[in-house]
T-cell receptor
Framework: DGGITQSPKYLFRKEGQNVTLSCEQN?????MYWYRQDPGQGLRLIYY???????QKGDIAEGYSVSREKKESFPLTVTSAQKNPTAFYLC??????????FGSGTRLTVV | AQSVAQPEDQVNVAEGNPLTVKCTYS??????LFWYVQYPNRGLQFLLK??????LVKGSYGFEAEFNKSQTSFHLKKPSALVSDSALYFC????????????FGKGTRLHILP
């Protein structure tokens, strides 16, 4: 079945450490997105990519980086510059004119 | 700029009663409207969408939504609530434009009381 896979489901980061969250889709969607979800704040867009080798900053890109080397993959790196990274991270993909398909999320915790 | 408002942070409904989760939007041009549901520690699941056509849209799990252009609203409804409907619900709007992004509301937590 087609879908989006996020891994790992749970991730723990030490202070000053970079971590990378994986997002893979086999839906043949051109566009992919990363959101951060904090309690009571809904979804905030971190980065998005509408085509391979191209991506744009969203509303809260500081402290994050992405790459889009393959259509299927859109990994998100949470860098040490992100001072408050504890959150639930959601990846999504879409095709023009349609809604988004979401992954099941990664919960990142700073220890 | 496009935006979505969900005026209620939480809605409580007794099981078996009808439920409504409110959503209003602001967008230039014709909107694409969506409702998503999120269960704890899970991604968002698509419930229904309005693109064009009938103002009453039927979706998954017995939910429906009514598009009202004059009131710029897209309220989610269900005739008889189930305890299993308890979840976080997001309204979203997409304007037909180049970057084609969807804007999400802040979410409404629905509690169905047994």
């Amino acid at each position: 079945d087609g879908g989006i896979t996020q891994s790992p489901k749970y991730l723990f980061r030490k202070e000053g450490q970079n971590v990378t969250l994986s997002c893979e889709q086999n839906l043949n969607h051109d566009a992919m997105y990363w959101y951060r979800q904090d309690p009571g704040q809904g979804l905030r867009l971190i980065y998005y990519s509408q085509i391979v080798n191209d991506f744009q900053k969203g509303d809260i890109a500081e402290g994050y980086s992405v790459s889009r080397e393959k259509k299927e993959s859109f990994p998100l790196t949470v860098t040490s510059a992100q001072k408050n990274p504890t959150a639930f991270y959601l990846c999504a993909s879409s095709t023009p004119g349609r809604g988004y398909t979401f992954g099941s999320g990664t919960r990142l915790t700073v220890v | 700029a496009q935006s979505v408002a969900q005026p209620e942070d939480q809605v409580n409904v007794a099981e078996g009663n009808p439920l409504t989760v409110k959503c209003t939007y602001s967008v230039s041009g014709n909107p694409y409207l969506f409702w998503y549901v999120q269960y704890p520690n899970r991604g968002l699941q698509f419930l229904l969408k309005y693109i064009t056509g009938d103002n009453l849209v039927k979706g998954s799990y017995g939910f429906e939504a009514e598009f009202n252009k004059s009131q710029t609203s897209f309220h989610l409804k269900k005739p008889s609530a189930l305890v299993s409907d308890s979840a976080l619900y997001f309204c979203a709007v997409r304007a037909v434009r180049r970057d084609d992004k969807i804007i999400f509301g802040k979410g409404t937590r629905l509690h169905i009381l047994p």
